[in-house]
């Protein structure tokens, strides 16, 4: 099966999921505006931030933009469980399509809401007076670093999807997510947590890319060498559950 088969198979998966938007709007509207409404309630009303030098806004806000990488999950995971109880995936299965098509298809319809969804925090960051000082290219370069943990992310809830297999099922799946995203330094830095405490959040792979991001926004809680485990940490993520996630698609129904 030739490149160019492939990604068409990828694109067509993908234009299905982005026709779905316009069908359920206010379903992508929520996912936007959730971490947004998160990031205000923490920075007005629960903010403080001890042991932070600096503004705790600068500090809170590329936690924030990791965390949103980590949560919303539930939208693909549960996309991909009712294709499952409904037969889709099936009937996909028997047409003349590369493997994985779809699996691909839901990953960059994600991601392109992801990019949106970063472009909105950080645009009211800045309203609530957050600012990068690192300069474009690093602004860009923290840009990456979220979306390449976001990508793993996905892959991992999409293979979770596939062992729950049904829609009511994905909450309790997706309850595990949240110990990753608040067991890190979006809020605080470890070291104003106890000492095991501290130990675990700085070795949570989201800690990492929040630091390093941190670090290349010129924010408090940055620093420098940190990037390397930003990008090696996704990658060891994607190399164990993408082609996870692979098998299982194809040994569906098997």
């Not at 936690?63 to 996909?92: H, P």
């Not at 990068?132 to 979306?147: E, I, N, R, T």
């Not at 605080?188 to 675990?200: D, F, I, K, R, Y």
């Not at 630091?211 to 993520?237: K, S």
Request: glycine share 12%.
């Amino acid at each position: 099966m030739s490149a160019a088969y492939v990604m068409s198979d990828c694109w067509t998966m993908t234009r299905r999921e982005l026709a779905h938007w316009a069908r359920q709007p206010v379903q992508v509207v929520v996912g936007l505006i959730f971490p947004i409404m998160m990031l205000l309630m923490f920075g007005y009303l629960v903010g403080g931030g001890r042991g932070i030098e600096g503004e705790y806004v600068d500090f809170l806000v590329p936690g924030m933009l990791t965390l949103t990488m980590v949560f919303g999950l539930e939208g693909t995971m549960t996309a991909v469980t009712q294709d499952l109880d409904k037969g889709v995936i099936d009937r996909f299965r028997s047409m003349p399509m590369a493997d994985g098509a779809v699996l691909v298809g839901r990953s960059v319809a994600d991601m392109l809401q992801s990019a949106t969804g970063l472009l909105l925090m950080t645009g009211v960051g800045y309203v609530i007076g957050w600012r990068a000082h690192g300069g474009f290219g690093a602004f860009l370069g923290a840009m990456g670093l979220l979306l390449l943990l976001r990508f793993a992310m996905l892959w991992i809830g999409i293979h979770l999807a596939m062992i729950a297999g049904r829609a009511e099922l994905v909450q309790a799946v997706q309850i595990l997510v949240w110990p990753i995203g608040f067991l890190s330094n979006a809020f605080a830095v470890p070291e104003s947590m106890p000492g095991w405490l501290g130990t675990v959040v700085a070795w949570n792979p989201m800690s990492a890319t929040a630091t390093a991001v941190r670090d290349l926004f010129g924010n408090p809680g940055g620093e420098p060498g940190h990037v390397v485990a930003a990008v090696v940490w996704p990658l060891v993520l994607l190399a164990v559950f993408f082609p996870l996630a692979v098998r299982k698609f194809r040994r569906l129904s098997v």
